[in-house]
């Protein structure tokens, strides 16, 4: 029989404006986010992340500012670095409004990039991405936590919004998604800025998407790494930090990428990498001790796969 592997890796949060943004338009080139990491992005089947911008035009953001928007034309670029889909349940892609996070799935769309956890509705917003790659189907779903977002940011049947962490739509999210896909995969922003371990919110939330057959939890908001753990023999990352953004402190930083492969018999090998963020705005990645260093704040050892 064949033998059925997808690769894909996961980054933590993508932030495209403010003050990576004014180094875009410095170097006056839309890629230089992610230039540092393009051998390694595409290196694996396809790419994850957690975007954390509204792609439509607009005024400049200032670096002081809250609220994120970027260049439409910033999709393409995400479509190019191998990013095949992107979670938007996250507490900036409503930064401009319903309509904002409407322009930002119609730009995405265009050019290629898949979306989960945000839509037109919340039948969009709860359903998940479906991805037919090398003979296996891999599912994926994105929330985020209502203490992340204000209510007015869910999805409703009517209206645009993000998917929030609902226990009871998940389980049946993930019941649905299984009889469709090999794979389920179940994105979370939620958890306590710049702390290294999760809170009982996010661990309650992973669990259960466990229980209720999910096959890998990834975790994103707290802006640093937070530990790992193995869970009913699958893994949860509560937080892989930061990938692309122009946040200050040290910690803030140092982020987490996973290349995790998937084979018919389930996962095979999860395979961490440590990044750095330079300039304020492009990830490079780490090697040798200080790699190590970053790694190990997951508190778990990934090579007994």
Same mark, same amino acid.
């Given at each position: 029989?064949?033998?059925?592997?997808?690769?894909?890796?996961?980054?933590?949060?993508?932030?495209?404006?403010?003050?990576?943004?004014?180094?875009?338009?410095?170097?006056?080139? @839309? $890629?230089?986010? +992610? *230039? &540092?990491?393009? !051998?390694?992005?595409?290196?694996?089947?396809?790419? /994850?992340?957690?975007?954390? =911008?509204?792609?439509?035009?607009?005024?400049?953001?200032?670096?002081?500012?809250?609220?994120?928007?970027?260049?439409?034309?910033?999709?393409?670029?995400?479509?190019?670095?191998?990013?095949?889909?992107?979670?938007?349940?996250?507490?900036?892609?409503?930064?401009?409004?319903?309509?904002?996070?409407?322009?930002?799935?119609?730009?995405?769309?265009?050019?290629?990039?898949?979306?989960?956890?945000?839509?037109?509705?919340?039948?969009?917003?709860?359903?998940?991405?479906?991805?037919?790659?090398?003979? @296996? $189907?891999?599912? +994926? *779903? &994105?929330?985020? !936590?209502?203490?992340?977002?204000?209510?007015?940011? /869910?999805?409703?049947?009517? =209206?645009?919004?993000?998917?929030?962490?609902?226990?009871?739509?998940?389980?049946?999210?993930?019941?649905?998604?299984?009889?469709?896909?090999?794979?389920?995969?179940?994105?979370?922003?939620?958890?306590?800025?710049?702390?290294?371990?999760?809170?009982?919110?996010?661990?309650?939330?992973?669990?259960?998407?466990?229980?209720?057959?999910?096959?890998?939890?990834?975790?994103?908001?707290?802006?640093?790494?937070?530990?790992?753990?193995?869970?009913?023999?699958?893994?949860?990352?509560?937080?892989?930090?930061?990938?692309?953004?122009?946040?200050?402190?040290?910690?803030?930083?140092?982020?987490?990428?996973?290349?995790?492969?998937?084979?018919?018999?389930?996962?095979?090998?999860?395979?961490?990498?440590?990044?750095?963020?330079?300039?304020?705005?492009?990830?490079?990645?780490?090697?040798?001790?200080?790699?190590?260093?970053?790694?190990?704040?997951?508190?778990?050892?990934?090579?007994?796969?």
């Amino acid at each position: 029989a064949p033998s059925y592997q997808v690769s894909v890796i996961f980054t933590g949060d993508i932030m495209l404006s403010r003050g990576v943004a004014q180094k875009i338009k410095a170097k006056q080139d @839309l $890629t230089y986010p +992610f *230039l &540092a990491m393009g !051998d390694y992005l595409k290196s694996a089947d396809l790419v /994850f992340g957690n975007l954390e =911008t509204a792609l439509l035009p607009g005024r400049e953001i200032g670096l002081g500012e809250m609220v994120f928007r970027a260049d439409p034309k910033l999709a393409k670029v995400l479509y190019d670095f191998n990013f095949a889909v992107v979670s938007l349940a996250n507490n900036h892609t409503m930064n401009f409004g319903k309509a904002g996070l409407g322009q930002t799935l119609q730009n995405l769309l265009a050019d290629g990039v898949d979306y989960a956890g945000a839509g037109l509705s919340a039948l969009e917003a709860y359903n998940p991405v479906v991805i037919h790659q090398n003979g @296996l $189907t891999l599912a +994926f *779903l &994105a929330y985020t !936590d209502n203490d992340v977002v204000p209510s007015s940011y /869910f999805a409703t049947a009517t =209206t645009t919004g993000v998917a929030y962490m609902d226990i009871v739509k998940m389980r049946k999210a993930i019941k649905t998604a299984r009889e469709r896909a090999d794979f389920v995969i179940v994105s979370m922003h939620a958890g306590n800025e710049y702390k290294s371990y999760p809170n009982t919110r996010q661990t309650t939330f992973a669990r259960a998407a466990i229980d209720a057959g999910a096959d890998l939890v990834i975790g994103h908001h707290p802006h640093v790494v937070q530990t790992a753990e193995q869970y009913k023999d699958k893994y949860i990352f509560y937080s892989l930090g930061n990938f692309v953004f122009d946040q200050r402190a040290e910690e803030t930083k140092k982020g987490v990428t996973l290349k995790v492969f998937f084979t018919q018999d389930g996962i095979s090998k999860i395979e961490p990498r440590a990044i750095y963020i330079k300039d304020f705005s492009q990830p490079t990645l780490l090697s040798g001790e200080a790699a190590q260093k970053v790694i190990s704040r997951l508190k778990i050892v990934l090579d007994q796969l």
